[in-house]
Nanobody, 122 residues
Framework: QVQLVESGGGLVQPGGSLRLSCAAS????????MGWYRQAPGKERELVAT???????HYTDSVKGRFTISRDNAKNTVYLQMNSLKPEDTAVYYC????????????????WGRGTQVTVSS
């Protein structure tokens, strides 16, 4: 099993920045891809960004140019740098991981964290 713990959420003003972290533990050898999803109140969980062990990344259109996903394999941690934040970015952000990149990309990953709240408001 893989355990994921997110951190770094909080309250930020529009235009501000936050960096989320997701630390993985357990059967980390089984992880080939990780990703970030978010869920706003009353909405379905949506993909934000994914990254494979090889470093390939994918972003949803609404965050391209503003968010950057990265990973530190030595620390078993994936990051989400969020810049130029907008009120519509407000959501609970979830980290996920799976053996297959396709599962991470399609919201069917086996391992999920509990989420961290991001609120963008003045």
């Amino acid at each position: 099993q893989v355990q994921l713990v997110e951190s770094g959420g909080g309250l930020v003003q529009p235009g501000g920045s936050l960096r989320l972290s997701c630390a993985a533990s357990g059967s980390i050898f089984s992880i080939n891809a990780m990703g970030w999803y978010r869920q706003a109140p009353g909405k379905e969980r949506e993909l934000v960004a994914t990254i494979t062990n090889g470093g390939s990344t994918h972003y949803t259109d609404s965050v391209k140019g503003r968010f950057t996903i990265s990973r530190d394999n030595a620390k078993n941690t994936v990051y989400l740098q969020m810049n130029s934040l907008k009120p519509e970015d407000t959501a609970v952000y979830y980290c996920c991981a799976d053996r297959t990149p396709y599962a991470v990309l399609t919201n069917t990953a086996r391992s999920w964290g509990r989420g961290t709240q991001v609120t963008v408001s003045s």
